[in-house]
């Protein structure tokens, strides 16, 4: 067996956020400036869940720590929770509403400053707002590389391999530690925590850290659901004049 | 028997599962986030693993043996029992979601699990030796072993006091022999390990571990069921069976061995069948909103909202009656005549639930595309396993007048 190298033994930090369950209903309230909480049920963030278990996977081969952090109110804990269960070693929440992705980054980055992680990973995009920017603007914070929508990353030597899809193919890039990725659909499987995990939960620490300063630089004016799908006429494949008939005489585009 | 099971071997539905609870009186505030979180974690393994293919195991009658390892990592056997024996240490509660949540997807998995948990597990836990305890249950907690519970005999079901299986002294000090046989045993084709209850030479019941693999000892498998045919269910045949003393459970003597067993797998029972109702129950409501019949969907008529508010309404009570009975269980304070109430009335309601959601779900509730028929045939196990319909009533019966209307 090789000696570890001081570099395999990982310390990581993976961002987890809280959002909607895929199956919600979305309504909003005070005159459509917020999202209604009501009877939703919150999960974590299914990429922050994949991005989650790689960093598990990568420590539990070379040896390593995994923190996972998430900017939220009380109501957050659950999913914080649960990514112990899964197995983080321990936890941090920002005791902060996280308005928007500039002030979620910031937070993240005050702390993680002072932490020295090897890696920081997030999902490529949280399924509520779908803005994909955390994980630039923490590499831009911290001054270290960041790359997003990565399908596949291995750790060796202080540096990391990655891959990510591009039109036609895959590219494959080498980046040296500390780095900021984001994680994509493909990285690996989610890893479902069983009772010995939630019973270690129970005791695992979750520090509940103020929020650093800093100033909104968004303000949400409105939300509006997209217009409802409309119905689908289908047709046999024998009847195709049938087809041409409603193709132009009804919907006249041919 | 096969044990060598995959999930790639199994045709997979790619219908997603869209199970979602009714929590109509907000019962979910009466959960810790802990549970909460539990329940999530089944749900979650159900939809990856189990949902895809329990329709194509169910119609094949074949017993997806590779889960038993898959419920042991996630902790759905005995996780009441302590942790120093590798298991869950947690509470009543917990053990009845993980329950329901396995029954939401068929009752034939929850079968499995009620067996190992609280049929097999709890005995050797309450009434076992200290080196009987060591020896099975952390096996049993991470499903390297299956178990099966042995009381049930072809002339005795509902009366199982007249059993006749026995054992006798061997003579040499060291062993007993055990004659006789058992019917309608889950689990039993594939299992490691039988909790049999069986009378000694005194005519006195007390239960005793039998291995695979001790010499005249056979586990015949039960075929052409239309009910729980993703479980196992066979024969104990014990043919002057040798087994050692130190087999024999020393804890518990007469009929009260089983019957404690029994009612800490009825109460999981009564969980299991709420699960089946409200699947059955979701399934309709999303299938009548979207079946569009004379111009509307047919969650439009009156006579569809009838069946889909009567049903919520109760499965809303049976939640409230369950939670109550999980709460009185962590305190220690649930009699068995309250979980036969509790039994009876679940299992019932599942049953008028599943044969009022399929008749809304037309033809398409005869096919294996929607889980309900499956649902309605597993219930009619549940209806009589572990106390029938009729003997649950008895034992209410009996406690509220205190007269035995049994015999
Ligand atoms: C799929 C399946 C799995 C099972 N798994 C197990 C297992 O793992 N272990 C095990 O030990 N057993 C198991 N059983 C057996 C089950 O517990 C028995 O079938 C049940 O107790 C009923 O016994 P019986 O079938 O002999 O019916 P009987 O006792 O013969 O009952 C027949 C009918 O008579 C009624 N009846 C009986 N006595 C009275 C009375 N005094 N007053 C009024 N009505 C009465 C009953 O309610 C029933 O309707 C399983 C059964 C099934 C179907």
Redo the contacts between chains.
């Keep these: 067996m090789s000696p570890i190298q001081k570099r395999d033994f990982m310390k990581i930090l993976v961002c987890i956020s809280n959002v909607p369950d895929t ?1 919600t209903k979305v309504t909003f309230t005070d005159n459509n400036t917020k999202f209604n909480t009501a009877g939703v049920q919150f ?1 974590i963030n299914p990429y922050d869940e994949l991005a989650l278990t790689r960093a598990l996977e990568i420590t539990e081969k070379q040896g390593g720590s995994v923190t996972a952090i998430t900017v939220g109110l009380t109501d957050t ?2 999913s914080i ?2 990514a112990l ?1 899964i197995g983080a070693q321990d936890a941090v929440r920002i005791n902060a509403e996280p308005t928007d992705a500039y002030f979620v980054a910031e937070q993240i980055a005050a702390y993680a400053k002072t932490e020295n992680y090897d890696l920081i990973l997030t999902g490529r995009e949280s399924i509520d707002h779908n803005g994909g920017l955390v994980c630039g603007l923490l590499g831009e914070m911290l001054g270290i590389p960041s790359v997003n929508v990565i399908t596949s990353i291995e750790v060796e030597n202080g540096s990391a391999t990655m891959e990510r899809d591009i039109d036609g193919g895959k590219e494959k890039l080498t980046c040296k530690l500390p780095l900021v990725a984001s994680a994509q659909k493909e990285l690996t499987e989610p890893r ?5 995990g ?2 270690a939960a ?1 005791t695992k620490p979750l520090k509940v850290v103020e929020p650093a300063a800093s100033s909104a630089t968004s303000a949400t004016v409105a939300f509006e659901l997209p217009a409802a799908k409309g119905g689908v006429k289908l047709i046999a494949a024998e009847q195709a004049e049938q087809l041409i008939e409603i193709l132009h005489n009804e919907i006249k585009v041919i | 028997m096969s044990t060598s099971t995959s999930k790639e071997q199994f045709h997979q539905s790619n219908k997603p599962d869209q199970y979602n609870h009714p929590d109509y009186y907000l019962m979910d505030e009466l959960l810790t986030e802990e549970h909460k979180m539990i329940r999530s974690t089944v749900r979650d393994y159900v939809k990856k693993e189990l949902s895809p293919i329990i329709e194509d195991v169910a119609q094949k009658a074949v017993f997806p043996y590779h889960i038993v390892k898959q419920l042991g990592d996630l902790g759905c056997f005995g996780p009441q029992l302590p942790i120093e024996y590798g298991c869950g240490g947690m509470d009543y509660i917990t053990y009845g979601i993980m329950m329901m949540e396995l029954e939401r997807c068929d009752s034939g998995v929850r079968s499995t699990a009620s067996v190992q948990g609280s049929l097999v597990m709890y005995p050797i836990y309450k009434f076992g030796s200290e080196e009987q305890k060591k020896k099975y249950l952390p096996k049993l907690a991470k499903g390297e072993w299956l178990g099966c519970f042995g009381l049930t005999e072809p002339n005795h079901g509902s009366n199982p006091a007249g059993m006749t299986t026995n054992f006798r002294d061997a003579g040499d000090g060291k062993h007993v022999i055990l004659n006789g046989a058992k019917m309608w045993i889950s689990n039993s084709p594939f299992a490691d390990v039988a909790v049999v209850w069986a009378k000694n030479e005194q005519g006195i019941i007390k239960g005793i571990i039998v291995e695979r693999g001790m010499e005249g000892f056979t586990t015949p498998e039960t075929h052409n069921k239309w009910s729980l045919r993703a479980s196992a269910t066979g024969e104990l045949v014990f043919n002057d069976v040798k087994v050692p003393v130190e087999n024999i459970m020393p804890g518990v003597e007469g009929l009260k061995g089983p019957l404690t067993c029994l009612n800490s797998a009825r109460y999981g029972i009564s969980w299991g069948a709420l699960g089946s109702a409200m699947d059955c129950y979701d399934t309709a409501l999303r299938y009548s909103k979207e079946r569009v019949q004379f111009g509307k969907p047919i969650a439009g008529f009156q006579l569809q909202q009838k069946k889909l508010a009567e049903m919520l309404t109760e499965i809303t009570k049976a939640q409230l009656l369950t939670w109550r009975l999980g709460v009185l269980m962590n305190e220690g304070r649930a009699t068995p005549a309250q979980i036969s109430m509790a039994k009876r009335n679940n299992v019932d309601m599942a049953l008028n639930v599943a044969r009022n959601a399929r008749q809304m779900l037309g033809g398409m509730g005869i096919t294996g595309e929607y889980p309900i028929m499956r649902h309605m045939m597993n219930l009619e196990s549940v209806v009589t396993y572990e106390g029938t319909h009729d003997i649950h009533l008895l034992i209410t019966g009996m406690d509220i007048t205190g007269e035995n209307a049994f015999q």
């Design positions: 199956t999960i804990e659950p929770r649960k269960a479902i925590p069983n009772m010995r939630i019973m129970r």
